[in-house]
C-alpha cells in the first residue's frame, strides 16, 4: 500500500491495512530509539565510571606513596597504575573515540639506538597506475620504526612506504600504514608477546623485564611497558570472552580457587582476595580453563560466572559452590580430596586403616588409567562392571568401620568426609564423561600459586583480572601443545584486522599460525 495514495480512494479495509502499517513502522522506529537511547545512556554511565576510576588511580599514582612497601612492592604497584592508566584511557578512547586527542605536552619519543639491528620491510601500492590510467611516479617514502625482540637480541623494523604521484592528475598514492594493537606505538607484536608471557606466564615482573631489556640494548622504562600490559589487555579482552562462552557450553565443568594477595592502593596494605579456575573436563576434546580474578572468596563470585549455565560441576567441598547445587547444577565430587585425607594418616601415622581405604580407591584409580583413552561407552562399561562393585564394597567397610572409631579422632573425620560426600564422589560411574576426581583445576591453577613468591601480590583489583585474561589464554595455549610467544605474536598481529564475527578462529583451540614465530 502506497501511503501517498488519495485517501478517499480507498476502501474502509485499506485505510485499516495502510494504518496498521504506520502504526508497525512507528513501534519499529520507537523502538530503536528507544534502544539508541539506552545505549546511549548505558556509554555515558560507563564513561562517567571510568573518569572517576581514572581520577582515582592518578591520585594513588601521582599522590604521596605509602612508606609501608618495600622497594619490590613499589615497583609492582607502579606497574600495576601503569598498566590500569593505559587500560583505563584505552577504553575511555573506545567510547569516545572523536573527542579525544594526543596531548599537546606529549614528550617526543627518543629515537631507537642506531647499533641495533634493522629489518627493512616495503609497503608499496598494489599497482603503478593511476586510478585516471596514468603511470605513478615515486616522490618519495615515509619510513616508522617498530622494536622487535627475540629472547635475548633486540631488532628494529624499518616500515619503508613510498610515495607514488600521477604525473597527469596529481594524485598520491601510498600504502596504508600496517594496523597494530599499539597505534602509533614501537613494539611490534613479538615484543609485546614476550612482555606479556613473561610477566604472566613466567611470573617475572616489569621492573625486572626492565633490567633484562636493559642488558639487552635498549632500556625501556616500566611505565612504558606497563602501558603496552594495559593497553594489551583491553585489546585481548574480546578473545578472553569469547573463550569463557565457549567453556560454558560443555556439560562437565571443573572449578578451584587459590588465594592472591591484592593491594589496596590508596591505603598500601595488602588483602587476601582469590584466583578462581574453570576448565572443562580432561575427558572433554576442548582443552581450554578460564580465570577469574575476585576480591574475596565469597561464592557469589562462582555463582555470577556460573548463572544460566546448567551441567555437572567438579569441585572440592568448599561451602561457596553449594548455593549453585540444585536446579540444574549437579555436584561432582573429588575422590583424589578423600583420598588425600587417608593419605596423611598413613603416611604421618602409620594408620592401617587409612592404609585400607588406600587400597580400595588405588583399585579405583587402576580401572581409570586402563579406560583413559577408551571410547565413553566402554568407560562407562568398566566404571559399571569394574569400579561400582569396589565402591560398594568401600562404603560398607567405611560405614562398619565409624562405628568402631571414636567421634573427633582424626580417621573419624576422614572417613566422616567420604560419607557425607559419598553420593557426589560416585557420580561418576554413571557418566564417562566425569572425571573421578578434580585434579585436572588443580594442575592449572598450580602454575599461578608457584608464581606468587614472584609477583607478591595483584596491584588492584582492574590489575588482577587483567593477569586472569591473560593468563586465561597463555595457559589454554598450553593445553592445545602451543608455544604461548608463538600464539600470542600471531594473535596479537591479526587481531587489529580480524571481523569481531570471526573472534572465535583465534580462540587457542582453534588457532593455526599465519605468521611464523622470529
Excluded at 155 to 165: A, Q, S, Y
Excluded at 327 to 339: D, F, L, P, Q, Y
Amino acid at each position: 500500500m502506497n501511503p501517498a495514495e488519495n485517501l478517499d480512494d480507498l476502501s474502509p479495509q485499506q485505510l485499516r491495512e495502510l494504518a496498521a502499517t504506520l502504526r508497525a513502522q512507528i513501534q519499529e522506529q520507537d523502538a530503536v530509539i528507544a534502544r539508541h537511547a539506552q545505549e546511549l545512556r548505558y556509554r555515558q554511565t560507563k564513561i562517567d565510571q571510568l573518569t572517576h576510576e581514572l581520577a582515582i588511580h592518578k591520585r594513588w599514582k601521582f599522590g604521596k606513596r605509602s612508606e609501608q612497601l618495600t622497594s619490590a612492592q613499589a615497583s609492582l604497584l607502579e606497574e600495576a597504575l601503569d598498566a590500569d592508566l593505559e587500560a583505563i584511557e584505552a577504553e575511555l578512547e573506545a567510547l569516545t573515540p572523536s573527542s579525544r586527542s594526543e596531548p599537546k605536552d606529549k614528550p617526543k619519543r627518543q629515537a631507537l639506538p642506531p647499533q641495533l639491528p634493522r629489518t627493512e620491510i616495503r609497503h608499496e601500492p598494489e599497482s603503478e597506475t593511476c586510478t585516471c590510467g596514468c603511470a605513478l611516479k615515486r616522490i618519495g617514502e615515509d619510513v616508522s620504526e617498530k622494536l622487535d625482540y627475540t629472547p635475548g637480541v633486540f631488532t628494529v623494523e624499518l616500515h619503508i612506504r613510498g610515495k607514488w604521484v600521477c604525473g597527469q592528475c596529481e594524485t598520491l598514492t601510498q600504502a596504508p600504514v600496517p594496523p597494530h594493537v599499539i597505534d602509533k606505538g614501537i613494539p611490534t607484536a613479538g615484543l609485546l608477546a614476550h612482555t606479556l608471557v613473561s610477566k604472566f606466564g613466567d611470573h617475572l615482573p616489569l621492573y625486572r623485564q626492565e633490567r633484562i631489556y636493559a642488558r639487552a640494548g635498549l632500556a625501556i622504562p616500566q611505565s612504558t611497558l606497563g602501558a603496552w600490559v594495559g593497553i594489551c589487555g583491553v585489546r585481548l579482552q574480546p578473545l578472553v570472552d569469547a573463550l569463557q562462552a565457549e567453556v560454558l557450553t560443555q556439560s562437565v565443568l571443573h572449578a578451584d580457587e587459590t588465594p592472591v594477595q591484592m593491594l589496596s592502593p590508596g591505603d598500601g596494605k595488602t588483602h587476601r582476595a582469590y584466583l578462581w579456575a574453570y576448565a572443562p573436563s580432561q575427558l572433554s576434546s576442548l582443552r581450554a580453563v578460564i580465570y577469574q580474578f575476585a576480591p574475596s572468596r565469597s561464592g557469589e563470585h562462582a555463582r555470577a560466572f556460573l548463572r544460566g549455565w546448567l551441567g555437572k560441576l567438579v569441585c572440592d567441598d568448599f561451602s561457596g559452590y553449594k548455593a549453585s547445587f540444585g536446579g540444574g547444577i549437579v555436584e561432582i565430587g573429588c575422590m583424589a580430596h578423600a583420598r588425600r585425607k587417608y593419605f596423611e594418616l598413613h603416611d604421618k601415622h602409620k594408620s592401617e586403616l587409612a592404609g585400607q581405604a588406600l587400597r580400595f580407591i588405588a583399585g579405583l584409580y587402576e580401572i581409570e588409567r586402563e579406560v583413559r583413552d577408551a571410547e565413553p561407552e566402554l568407560r562407562l562399561e568398566a566404571r559399571q562392571q569394574r569400579a561400582r562393585p569396589i565402591l560398594d564394597a568401600l562404603h560398607l567397610w567405611l560405614s562398619e568401620q565409624r562405628r568402631r572409631v571414636p567421634d573427633g579422632s582424626a580417621i573419624a573425620r576422614a572417613i566422616d568426609y567420604s560419607l557425607k560426600r559419598w553420593a557426589a564422589l560416585v557420580r561418576y560411574v554413571e557418566d564417562p564423561a566425569v572425571p573421578i576426581d578434580n585434579n585436572h583445576i588443580e594442575g592449572q591453577i598450580r602454575p599461578i600459586a608457584l608464581g606468587r613468591s614472584n609477583w607478591l601480590f595483584a596491584g588492584s583489583l582492574r590489575a588482577g583480572q587483567r593477569a586472569a585474561a591473560v593468563m586465561s589464554l597463555i595457559q589454554s595455549a598450553k593445553l592445545n601443545g602451543h608455544d604461548p610467544y608463538a600464539y600470542l605474536k600471531d594473535v596479537l598481529t591479526r587481531l587489529p584486522t580480524q571481523k569481531t564475527a570471526d573472534i572465535a578462529e583465534l580462540l587457542p583451540h582453534r588457532w593455526t599460525a599465519s605468521v611464523l614465530p622470529a
